[in-house]
């Protein structure tokens, strides 16, 4: 039985596999100069996995063989799964455009985007003062001039070997500074950017909805995180701008939504109104370092807060003043009073083999960054105070969990779920999960009941428990999992960002309300499911 | 009981009625030179139904008997419900200014609609060398010059006879190819916009609402579906720019929200995003045929790609191209296991009586001019890949939509509901929907059903099973019922909307994801259902 | 019996406490010219309660010993909370900076505000002809020159006497026009801005959350409560800006969200969407009585219509013409068929105690006002068409609201809580509510039940049953309660708004759709309750 309540907490996607070298010791790079450096994939066990071009026929990652992608994987991870197209089916083009004429044949055949690059500073490296200094340390870097960068910089010289263009086959051999910094983000851990596409292609249930023939269903998932290799994501193809880049907008469609309403919260604060009342007149040429506060920028952008580094640098390393990071896991700064006192429950596998400790000395630091950074425009101590009191809103938020995840646990305890856990569909990929992992991995206990009851264990808490949200199979998720999946992964984490962000309605109405509210429909159907199993049992239906 | 299937699963706004042909039968409007032109109604039945003034006593349609408008219809259809002003109220007014001082008297009583008419072409005709053209071709056809387009235009040049505006017998008089155009809606069928008051006014529950006192509960509804007959939706009176109609924005009043997220995902696409960071220096005065892609518009609009009707020509025919349409009836490429296989079950109403097509021919070529628009920015292969996405994702909702309604089907044939269908409220107009409708529209069983159980028939699924969000009586619908009209009509809907305009939140987080939790809660709702029954007989209190 | 009917339907925020007056005896600041004048806290009573100085230590109103504020208070609530930092801590600024040179100084610690202030008219007060004449007047008001409004001018001379600026000590001392105007909202009664701190920290549930030490969770409603006694919630910090209070946006992050979804109502009106295509371009200096309907502004802003006191004037009072108000309180025009009909119970506590009267004089001039604005741009009749069926809407959601009390009432009354009223955690600070208030306030009846059950009652309904949405504690609130609660105050209110500002979709898809949804569940949920019960008492578990 207590092992049971150990998987009925374990949380978040697996994160890592392959080479069984932790998080910590891949932080680094550690790539000689003379090896060909790649930036999304430094680890040689990483690189293999994606750069080895199989097609469409088999997936990544430790569950590689349960699932066969979609065709759109071709471009959401060309690395992997790009298949050229064959170039002799435009036998009308070949006859018209010689094989250098990539403009003039794609004005022809896909204009807006010829337009956008003519719009560019791709098209015109010399376009002004700045950037005929920047294309010189580019011509430098490369050894040769630059009269324009043309398709083939990024798409290669070749049609029939045309490649999709990467961080590392394209826009990190000119621009390895933001390249570097953006690879940077592993030293700080998951989640990040330059691990997404791990973090998609990863997590059990994206593979389970994979199996049963469910992957199109996925798309918006891939969106978003197909940006762990590439730049499009921030600075739209074929505009590739950097001004752009430093909108807020930019970071919108994929930072909005029930997890992370980033972009809902700074919209709606003062900060984010007064950006949409002024922000088009402001000069997003410049780099973030010459921006003026108050001047330049009348309030601060999501760019000027979360790439600052201290010490008057910004860096496109938006995950390094992170404490919080994405709320998903519990504090060591909170009593717990049910199994999220034990958590992760011996789990090893990065980044899920921790609690957050929000207090640690490198917190700290990160801390007086941010100190440092609201100063510009706040009393110091006004942005202190209101650090703390996000901390000690997160605090109380993860107090109501305990208390919600207590019912949940006494809940499955009592057997009171029916249909109940050994006869409903299993966890995903519960039938393979043990296997593809490892005791090593998952620790011992949990290893044994994954292996044991082939997965059909009942998974509620961070993080794994939030597979209530991304899968339904017959009799799984129960109402009161959902309920409980609801509170900590929307509202707990909507109300975190209003906090963060000072919008208010998404502290309190879209945050901790409707999150207590799911608090109290977790008890009342804790009861009712006490309540019908009384009445079975008394009945002797049960 | 099979009867009672039948009837359960039956769905759609009943669409035609009055004169008994066919949708297709109508489609073109077959109207002789000679005759008063009429867009919106083009069939004598349907103009005899609206443009009968009858005031605000009688409704419209087959259940025109049952219920009486509200005053506001005077304004939301005009031609059938308007009530003219008694003019000798306002004597002030009379002593101070002559019958053709309109624009004297109105800058006193409504000043700033003059302003805009003043701000607008109408008063302008020759502001600039293309509306001197324009203008040019409008006298010809109405053989008299046009110095300005005065109120008396639109209004009539009588106060005591004033006219409201309408396509017919305003807009249509000098814009008769784009009224032509707009009218040409029609002959790809509901839903569209120019039959969107008939849709309005012609469903049970709008009915049943209105018998209850309910009507002006329903201006929300009105609103939207008031622009059959009227061309200020998205032209804005009284400056009727065509440059405003060319803005996304024109779109958003009417196309969001739960069903039809198409600003919300559009705005936060990379499109969309685009189109905020810059579209405020697009210039909209273009016609659509002049805009060039990546140079004038650097990302698309609404207009831009729902407007394109091929071979580089737009229409204002924005329904042209659609495939999977609102995405409301079931595609025939699905097996159903449920009663969904047998849809639309003998029922004879247009656009009722068939399930979709995605592969017919027609809608082969629809995909093909959707890829000739689409490669103006992408490779036609990535656009090619991303419609098939799109009809794999909402294939897959079909099933799981199936998946729900077979459960919910069980449900009712066992007799789970509690109030039973017999106890409780009967269907919107239950009672006169058979007689109303009658044996040949409705299909022999459906009729049988309804005839004989008086409307106390549990209707689930597309489409009139969305009559559970519309319509609360006692005991009707239950929680099940209502889960699964939230399934199929909300989530579905938002997410086949994030699919189409590549927004990954409205695909995933406020699509998909919430459409299988609804079905997590209807299983869940289901199985207490079974319990609380059994443990009623086992306890003989049932 | 009846008397727990009685309470468990009483409702809205105790709103007044202190020295026992009502708030119509208090409407008018009878201040003599020779006292000091205060625009916030004009009574002696308020004044005292709030500027006595008490920092940290102790909350404010009627259960101030219940709390203990945290410490961003001392930034909400500076008049009787800001604590003076100790500046002897700035070792380093002090010798290098003399005690005048805040500019300076300030520069270097916080450049972002020093540079908003540049920006400002305070910092060039004769920056153009308007603002050189209007400070002429203020000149002329002080008794001396004014080169540059100086920080020392809000913040007093003296760092370590620093003074947090109130509308008193601060604003109101230059603008006594603008401060007397945001003053005369106490007129009009409760909902206002300027007693919105006053109804933040005296509703039970807030005060019951502190006791709990989750004051840090309720930043939310502080950010848009702490409005009461400063002006920068509309004129940002340090611009003070006139043009940036009458973009609607300054209105945005406060009048937004479930509960009254101003903002998003008039986004996405076709009102909003005009502001959003043009009003970039409006001239925003103008003062409103300067501005032409239809010339400078094409549609109209919050501030236009909200702010108009009728005969072409406008006053900083938004209250002024609220006939609904927030749609919180029933009218007297419905025929109730639950204890609505006995509301306000007895209770005598301003604004509690009394219906709405939508149709009483005052209500009837209020509604000639709007006349006489919106026929600026509509009809007359057409807008008093619409400003009637708003009526009908609300009265028609006030039945459905009406209908679900009965149920609710009746599953209280039949004892189908479970758990018990009696064994569940009682009503927010239920135990000392009584004494707090006494008699007198909460009238006989209600007084005696809180008093004798130590507020283990069920209060549902208008308007402190809305503590069903502020606060979870064990059994508190059920399932029922909680549908009861969003049904009133999110979605009645959402479709209020929507009705009013013309968004068809708030009016029906977020409004009156799912209001008569919760409905559908409330009818299923008692259902359920009452089923359960009679197997428990057959089976003799009861």
Redesign the interface.
């Known amino acids: 039985m207590r092992a049971l309540f150990i998987i009925v907490t374990f949380g978040v996607s697996f994160l890592l596999w392959g080479n069984g070298t932790s998080m910590a010791q891949q932080a680094a790079p550690a790539v000689s100069p003379a090896e060909k450096k790649t930036y999304a994939y430094p680890s040689e066990g990483l690189h293999k996995m994606y750069e080895e071009h199989v097609g469409l026929e088999k997936g990544s990652g430790p569950f590689s063989d349960a699932y066969k992608p979609?065709?759109?994987y071709?471009?959401f991870a060309p690395s992997r799964h790009y298949i050229r197209?064959d170039i002799k089916m435009f036998t009308d083009l070949l006859q018209k455009f010689k094989p250098e004429q990539c403009v003039e044949c794609h004005t022809e055949?896909?204009?807006?985007?010829?337009?956008?690059w003519?719009?560019s500073t791709h098209a015109q490296p010399r376009r002004n003062d700045y950037f005929t200094g920047k294309t010189a340390e580019i011509e430098k870097l490369l050894g040769r001039e630059l009269k324009e960068v043309l398709c083939s910089e990024c798409h290669g010289k070749n049609h029939d070997e045309l490649q999709m263009p990467t961080v590392d086959n394209a826009c990190g051999q000119c621009h390895p500074k933001q390249a570097e910094e953006y690879a940077g983000e592993r030293e700080h851990g998951r989640p990040n950017h330059v691990q997404s596409w791990e973090a998609n292609v990863i997590v059990p249930w994206y593979i389970e909805n994979y199996r049963k023939?469910?992957g199109?269903?996925?798309?918006?998932?891939?969106?978003?995180h197909m940006e762990m290799a590439k730049c499009d994501g921030c600075h739209?193809r074929h505009?590739f701008s950097a001004a752009?880049g430093r909108?807020p907008?930019?970071c919108?469609?994929?930072h909005?939504?029930?997890?992370h309403p980033d972009?809902e919260s700074y919209e709606?604060?003062?900060m984010g109104?007064?950006y949409?009342?002024e922000g088009?007149d402001w000069d997003f040429s410049k780099t973030l370092e010459e921006v003026?506060?108050?001047?330049d920028y009348?309030s601060p952008t999501c760019q000027y807060c979360h790439m600052y580094k201290g010490g008057g640098k910004w860096v496109i390393d938006p995950v390094s003043k992170g404490i919080w990071r994405m709320g998903t896991l519990p504090p060591k700064e909170v009593e717990y009073q049910s199994s999220l006192k034990d958590f992760p429950y011996g789990i090893n596998l990065p980044p899920l083999n921790k609690k957050l400790e929000i207090y640690s000395p490198e917190n700290i630091k990160k801390r007086e960054t941010w100190l440092e950074l609201c100063?510009?425009?706040?009393?110091?101590?006004?942005a202190r105070?209101?650090l703390?009191?996000l901390d000690?809103?997160m605090f109380?938020?993860w107090k109501r969990q305990d208390e919600a995840q207590k019912i949940v646990e006494q809940v499955v305890a009592e057997g009171l779920l029916?249909?109940s856990v050994e006869e409903r569909h299993c966890y995903p990929v519960g039938d393979v999960l043990a296997d593809a992992l490892g005791p090593d991995k998952l620790g011992p206990a949990i290893y044994k009941a994954f292996k044991e009851k082939k997965g059909h264990v009942a998974v509620i808490g961070p993080i794994l428990g939030v597979s209530?949200?991304?899968?339904?199979a017959?009799?799984?998720?129960?109402?009161i999992e959902?309920h409980y999946a609801e509170m900590w992964f929307f509202y707990k984490l909507k109300?975190y960002k209003?906090?963060a962000h000072?919008?208010?309605?998404?502290?309190?109405?879209?945050?901790?309300?409707p999150m207590?509210?799911q608090?109290?429909?977790i008890?009342?159907?804790a009861?009712?499911l006490r309540?019908?199993r009384?009445?079975?049992v008394?009945?002797k239906?049960k």
């Not at 055949?109 to 956008?116: C, F, K, L, M, N």
């Not at 100063?375 to 006004?382: A, E, N, V």
């Not at 000072?502 to 309300?513: F, I």
């Open positions: 979609i065709p759109l071709m471009y197209p055949v896909t204009p807006g985007i010829v337009a956008s003519k719009s023939g469910e199109a269903s996925q798309v918006g998932c891939d969106q978003c739209t505009s752009e909108h907008e930019a919108a469609s994929c909005m939504g029930p997890d972009w709606h604060s003062k109104i007064i949409h009342l088009h003026k506060p108050g001047e009348h100063s510009k425009c706040h009393s110091s101590r006004f105070l209101w703390e009191n000690q809103y109380q938020t029916d249909p209530s949200l991304f899968f339904t017959p009799g799984n998720p129960s109402a959902k109300g209003g906090t000072a919008q208010q309605d998404y502290s309190w109405w879209y945050g901790w309300a207590i509210g608090l109290a429909l008890q009342d159907e009861n009712k309540r019908l009384a009445l079975e008394k009945t239906l």
